[in-house]
């Protein structure tokens, strides 16, 4: 398909900017959009740490389990890096769980755990995302895949270091296993529109040996050395001796059909180090964002079109997966079966229908195609296209006939 150019006058600016040979992702900011609220919207944004149209996504959380605002730029503290599934503030998230490491102090509640942070030491690109976490003094850093992601947390010296994996209210259940370095679990957390056996499974794997293990119960129960929890609130806790700067390795997957589909979905990361995995990364972005190739001397433009590019090409996300057999599957966010073919969710119709996928279709066909599918396989396992997909029908903005 032949690329879009559009030439418009220029000023200086972009000269330095060329010379740093720019490519279209590093004009992304995933920021744009973030400072909203529940009372004044200026985007009603995350920023989203993804592959385009990934299943999973991950962002740094500064709201509140269950706020719809997961993160918003005036807040000045941290709680953690949350999976994510969310489409909207208004349709909220489904799945999720979340990741935040801590030195000094055993603490589990998100309150106490947050940590400032100052926007100086933060790196959002859809790849590629870095913070300094200061009254922890830890370095976090995430790249991911479409269903899998790595972190690389760079510690203090401290024989009080941990990870605190928060596997959300509303039913979750957590299991540390020290031999592998591991922890599996599973969030039944929705905001609606899913079936009754919805599950979220996951599995996180540590380059580093555990010292320390617990697992929680209601937000505030810790259970040292008790390696599973099921309750309404679940998490769990390991922890190590760290030297001055010394980093560790976090590799997650996640899957809506099983711990073994969870641990295939973790081959994502075989064989790749962090940062090779960021250079995947970009230049994944990079191939989908330079479809359109715009010239502009003025390089707020150029950040301006290339971040809302990048918006257009989260979602509707992935909801499938690839079974041992190397077939493609996906769990029915309608009918809570395992069946073959495509499945793609998060998006409102009402608001796609038209421009979202006329543009999918003139520049990224192929990825439509299967969109596509996805929607004849809602059709075939609901009886209905969805008006909303999140996962499953949320019944929102549905189309009203006016008479004129």
């Known amino acids: ?15 330095v900017a060329a010379q740093k040979n720019y490519t279209p992702v590093d004009y992304v900011s995933t920021l744009v959009g973030t400072m909203s609220k529940h009372s004044l919207s200026t985007g009603n944004t995350y920023p989203a740490i993804a592959m385009p149209w990934g299943m999973n996504f991950w962002t740094p959380q500064t709201g ?33 769980f979340a990741i935040m490491p801590v030195t000094n102090k ?11 942070f100052s926007h100086k030491t933060e790196t959002a690109k859809p790849h590629y995302y870095r913070v300094f976490l200061a009254d922890h003094d830890v370095t976090v850093e995430v790249t991911p895949t479409e269903r899998a992601a790595m972190f690389r947390l760079t510690f203090p010296e401290s024989d009080s270091s941990f990870v605190v994996v928060d596997a959300y209210d509303k039913g979750s259940y957590i299991k540390i296993i020290p031999e592998e370095n591991k922890i599996i679990g599973y969030t039944t957390r929705n905001s609606g529109g899913v079936p009754e056996n919805f599950r979220n499974y996951f599995v996180i794997r540590f380059d580093k040996p555990f010292l320390y293990t617990a697992t929680v119960s209601e937000d505030s129960v810790i259970h040292k050395g008790q390696p599973e929890v099921l309750s309404d609130h679940a998490g769990g806790i390991i922890g190590f001796s760290t030297s001055r700067k010394e980093v560790v390795h976090v590799r997650v997957a996640s899957s809506f059909i099983s711990f073994e589909q969870a641990e295939r979905n973790m081959k994502e990361l075989d064989g790749t180090t962090f940062d090779s995995l960021v250079t995947k990364g970009k230049d994944r972005w990079n191939e989908v964002l330079g479809r359109i190739e715009v010239k502009d001397d003025y390089v707020d433009n150029m950040r301006t079109f290339y971040s809302c590019l990048y918006r257009s090409l989260l979602f509707p996300r992935m909801f499938y997966e690839i079974d041992e057999n190397g077939k493609i599957v996906h769990y029915s966010p309608y009918n809570g079966e395992v069946l073959p073919g495509y499945m793609f969710t998060d998006t409102g119709f009402w608001d796609t229908f038209r421009c979202l996928f006329p543009f999918l279709n003139l520049m990224y066909p192929s990825m439509n195609v299967k969109m596509q599918e996805g929607l004849v396989n809602a059709y075939k396992e609901s009886g209905f296209l969805p008006e909303w997909a999140s996962p499953g029908h949320r019944r929102s903005m549905v189309g009203i006939i006016r008479h004129w």
């Open 106 to 116: 055993l603490i589990f509640n998100e309150d106490e755990r947050a940590s400032w």
């Open 1 to 15: 398909m032949k690329r879009i150019i559009c030439m418009l006058m220029c000023s200086v600016v972009f000269q």
């Open 64 to 96: 509140k389990m269950g706020d719809g605002w997961v993160y918003t730029y005036d807040a000045d503290k941290i709680k953690g890096f949350k999976q994510t599934h969310q489409p909207s503030p208004w349709n909220n998230d489904y799945g999720q």
